[in-house]
């Protein structure tokens, strides 16, 4: 399954591009979690729409956080915000086995045999590297919902600390 994110007022404008791609590569199950919803979208890409509820307990707890202004306070907030909405649909569903991607990435080979090898090789989780202590949620495998809950549930202890916060702020924010 892949599961992909939005938050905000409208759509980015590459999207269609974007899913155009993906199913010229993937034809199962695609999950949209936003706050948005478009009709044309669902209809035209086959692909499942689940609404984001901003009541989340990991999001209003985050909204808290004095978060670093740099690139801005929203974009970490909100970066993080999509995880937990995604948390919320894969702990409601008990998925397994699925793959979360930025919109503006675009796929060249059989999703189905991306989360096959990534299955095999990786025994929980498989982000991105940046480099040697950089990983990004650019393209990510999940074996498991409880795996993305884990990860999450580190999020929030990371982001409640203020000393913790300072490692994150000089890895991830120059």
Known sequence: MLIL??????????????????????DGDITFVSNLYDKKLENKYNIKFFNVDFNNEKFIKSKNINFNKFPSTNFWLYSL???????????????????IYENDIMIYVDLNYIIKLLSKEYKNIAFTIGDDIRATTGFSYFSNYKDLVRLNDDIMDIISSPDKMKDIYNNYSS
């Open 81 to 99: 915000a999509r995880l937990f909405f995604i948390e919320e649909f894969v702990v409601s569903n008990k998925i397994e086995k699925f793959v």
């Open 5 to 26: 994110s939005h938050i905000g007022d409208k759509f980015p404008n590459y999207i269609e591009d974007s899913l155009t791609q993906t199913r010229k590569f993937y």
